[in-house]
């Protein structure tokens, strides 16, 4: 694994946006350019749109609209238009994920944040630039570049959602583990 540059550009599989808890530090991460810039695709949103309607989740339709149109409007120059001719160039064993590299490609993004990382070979990524990370990885690489500002972001998280940062870090800790372990050996 290599160590992302500083401000990269990093495409969010629909699978780290699914759980909440991760879908929310991931983007409370992003309100701080300095420790990435998050990229989707339409297609993505509805892949992400579909899991969450689905078991095990089966939210309201209207719930899993309201929750992408608040990462929407959070994050506008996020969406990767216009990648879809490169999707035939894409050669990966998951073809149903072509379309997130070619989005990745298009916007040329540093990286591909997925718990897949097995659909997106090293080999097939790295002629293009790109490299995939688990939500662990990309997490622990943002708290090497800035530990002052994820720490920030967790403690912000937690009180919103009425935790303290330990009992966040078990929840992360299900995505993450090896991030949340680092967190709770950090924390004053």
Partial sequence: MSTLKSEPSVVLDACVLVPIALCDALLRLAEEPSLYRPLWSEEILAE???????????????????????????FPEAVVTGYEPLIV????????????????????????????????????LARHGLEALTPDEFLLQ????????????????????GLDLARLMDILGKAAP???????????
């Fill in 48 to 74: 992400l749109r579909s899991a969450l309607t689905r078991e095990p989740f089966r939210l309201p339709r209207r719930k899993a609209d309201y929750r992408i149109e608040c990462m929407r409007a959070a």
């Fill in 178 to 188: 090896r991030f949340a372990e680092r967190i709770q050996t950090l924390r004053v």
């Fill in 142 to 161: 943002a708290l090497r570049r800035n530990s002052a500002s994820v720490l920030d972001k967790l403690r912000d998280q937690a009180r919103s959602r």
């Fill in 89 to 124: 160039t894409v050669r990966i064993p998951a073809a149903h994920d072509k379309h997130i590299v070619a989005a990745a490609m298009h916007a040329r993004a540093d990286a591909i944040c997925t718990a897949n990382t097995r659909h997106f070979p090293h080999g097939a």
